[in-house]
């Protein structure tokens, strides 16, 4: 992709999905519902413009600059999301991250056997439904100001331990994939590496605040935000090179500086990045669907659609029922529930891996996406009226 090509896609990027974004909010839906459905029209549904397939020219362009969008929301969401307000929904939200990660998996294993899938598609397909997008919630939550309420808090604790847990799942059914039996060994791997994580983040948090009473005395300008962006990245870094989602770092690294004396500033500074490379995520996300799949005319796509439609409710049901699991008073377990619904960026990295090692078809792949593309579609809504009822 050519350079001048490049800017000119960023340009219909961010401009159709602020205007769908407009439209979306004028008919009362959330902005990020007009924004996956931009990438939807710029897709391979409609005029495909955006690179949706690593063999396109300029895929990982655009989905490098994607992942920086969600990294930096993720970032200042970590920045109103202070450790003393996660530690007192800690235990609810494993309990809720355990059970949105059991349910959806066994229903779909249930259904896949029955549907005539073999064992390792199976094992593949309830993986990907494991994974919460936290991205696409903390948005919706974020834009209605509701990201400082007991509900925010237990989903974002929810679904950062679903990383964790994906990741040790994803582990175990590559290993039995490939040999044919549990890799004890890459487990123990992926676990060691998540521990080390949490450690350095744990380690480094005693390093923060003083790091940046220092840089508060610099005379050069712009030095507390710039190293506070260089923070994001190498907190990020870190989390996908062992592994883990690049948002978990970005979430961790926004968390750690809650302590630190220019948390307003640091704040105030990042919201510009916010807006607009934030869009460009799920105007990506959004492309990545084909709605020409979809087609019940063309027999090919007959099992893709069956497939579909048994995935897309065992993915919502699968995930709202963990919101049933919060036993404590006063929180809105619907609203939890809904919360959770959401797949994204995670999900898809799961099953483009089950499609690289040829353990999922095209047509399950597609089906897969359609799913992960149907939540991420489906929970905006209802999280703004479940908000909105609550309010009320």
């Known amino acids: 992709m050519s350079e001048s090509n490049f800017y000119f896609l960023l340009f219909l990027i961010l401009i159709s999905g602020k205007v769908l974004a407009e439209l979306a909010e004028r008919l009362g839906l959330p902005a990020v519902l007009g924004e996956l459905c931009a990438g939807i029209m710029l897709g391979p549904s409609l005029f495909n413009c955006i690179p949706y397939h690593e063999n396109e020219t300029g895929f990982y362009m655009i989905r490098d600059v994607a992942r920086l969008g969600i990294c930096v929301l993720l970032f200042r969401i970590g920045l109103e999301t202070s450790f003393a307000k996660m530690a007192k929904v800690g235990l609810i939200s494993i309990v809720t991250a355990t059970v949105g990660v059991i349910c959806p998996f066994m229903l779909s294993f249930v259904f896949c ?6 064992l390792s598609t199976t094992l593949f397909i309830g993986t990907t439904l494991t ?12 834009d209605l100001k509701r990201l400082d309420t007991k509900e925010s808090q237990i989903i974002l604790g929810a679904a950062i331990i679903d990383d964790v847990i994906g990741l040790i799942v994803l582990s175990v059914v590559s290993g039995i994939s490939v040999s044919g039996s549990i890799s004890f060994i890459a487990i123990e791997k992926t676990i060691l590496f998540i521990t080390g994580f949490f450690i350095f983040s744990f380690l480094l948090s005693g390093f923060v605040k003083p790091l ?7 005379k050069t300008r712009g030095v507390v935000i710039t190293i506070s962006f260089c923070f994001l990245l190498i907190m990020a870094y870190y989390a996908n090179y062992i592994g883990m ?9 926004g968390m750690l500086l809650t302590r630190t004396k220019q948390l307003e500033l640091i704040d105030e500074k990042t919201k510009p990045l916010v807006e607009i490379l934030t869009p460009i995520f799920f105007v990506v996300v959004g492309a990545s669907v084909n709605l020409r799949i979809l087609n019940p005319f063309n027999p090919e796509n007959r099992d893709t659609l069956v497939l579909c439609a048994f995935l897309i409710p065992i993915a919502i049901v699968g995930k709202f029922v963990s919101g049933f ?3 404590k008073k006063g929180i809105n377990k619907a609203m939890v529930g809904v919360g959770m619904i959401p797949r994204g960026e995670v999900a898809l990295v799961c099953a483009q891996v089950g499609l690289s090692s040829s353990v999922l078809t095209q047509k399950t792949f597609s089906a897969l ?8 579609l489906v929970a905006p809504p209802i999280i703004k009226f479940t908000i909105k009822k609550t309010i009320l």
């Not at 056997?113 to 073999?118: K, P, R, S």
């Not at 940046?212 to 610099?218: G, H, I, P, R, Y």
């Open 212 to 218: 940046f009473n220092l840089l508060d005395k610099a």
């Open 325 to 327: 699991s919060v036993w």
């Open 369 to 376: 996406v359609v799913t992960i593309i149907a939540t991420a």
């Open 131 to 142: 994974a919460t997008s936290v991205g696409l919630t903390a948005r919706v939550f974020s």
């Open 113 to 118: 056997q029955l549907f005539g899938l073999t």
């Open 245 to 253: 989602a690049t948002i978990s770092g970005a979430f961790l690294a």
